[in-house]
């Protein structure tokens, strides 16, 4: 079953999408709130702890759809994902997060959780998004419901997932030419495998292991590129910039 994805500003904005896939039909159990932004009654039902780390993943409880306010689900959950932070996940991603794990550390687990039923090539910009304070709406329709799904999103001021990629690409780009020309490279020529090199160090399946660790994963994923210099340049940085959200959510935690 396919999914459809929304970016929104701000929790309300994601809620009236809500509102807007009910309206064509869409079942409240097959959409996923994810939010950085919890009310007080939700953060206090749950606190937060220094001790809590990338992966963690606690019981909020079960909530009636009106408490959601969104009027998705009865499941909710808290959990910290790396390079992002406070997660709340509501509807079947709550439920789905509580019945795999049970409130246990499952680091990587938790994005392949909440993803499930998307590319895993797009689960960097999804992360990006709530790092960002963004919220996201998903849900699982039937095929001919996926332009309705769409349609629905856009009416209600969503930004796509691929607008979302490119914004994201044009946050880091003017800062990775710099480094990438330092040594007379040139950046326009090679950005295309620069760029497949740096998000494929954000695949789960290669996050936090070396290229030659990767090779066979990248050769699979793009034959074309993985053996260019280019492309393993941009692995390494994009492995510098796994690492720098890491330590960055690491210095956040410290201080609260």
Not at 173 to 188: A, I, L, P, Q
Request: proline residues 5%.
């Amino acid at each position: 079953m396919p999914s459809v994805v929304g970016v929104f500003k701000s929790r309300s904005d994601a809620e009236r999408g809500i509102a807007k896939l009910r309206e064509i039909g869409i079942p409240s159990e097959r959409i996923n709130l994810l939010t950085p932004q919890a009310t007080e009654a939700e953060l206090a039902a749950v606190p937060t702890s220094q001790g809590e780390q990338p992966g963690m993943v606690k019981t909020l409880g079960a909530l009636t759809g009106g408490a959601l306010g969104a009027g998705i689900g009865e499941m909710i959950a808290t959990m910290i994902l790396p390079g992002v932070g406070f997660v709340l996940a509501l509807g079947l991603a709550g439920g789905a997060l509580l019945g795999a794990i049970g409130g246990g550390v499952i680091g990587n687990e938790a994005e392949k959780t909440v993803f499930a039923s998307l590319p895993e090539e797009e689960f960097f910009v999804y992360e990006d998004a709530l790092r960002r304070g963004r919220s996201l709406v998903i849900a699982r329709v039937d095929d001919e419901m996926v332009e309705p799904g769409r349609g629905a999103f856009d009416a209600a001021g969503a930004e796509s997932v691929d607008r979302a990629r490119e914004m994201w690409w044009i946050g880091l780009r003017d800062v990775e030419r710099e480094h990438y020309e330092v040594d007379g490279r040139k950046f326009e020529e090679d950005e295309p495998y620069f760029r497949d090199g740096f998000e494929a160090a954000l695949l789960p399946s290669c996050r936090d292991k070396s290229y030659d660790e990767c090779l066979d994963d990248l050769r699979n994923r793009y034959p074309r590129m993985y053996d260019r210099e280019p492309f393993e340049h941009g692995f390494e940085r994009g492995q510098a910039y796994r690492r720098a959200l890491q330590q960055r959510r690491g210095a956040t935690a410290g201080r609260t």
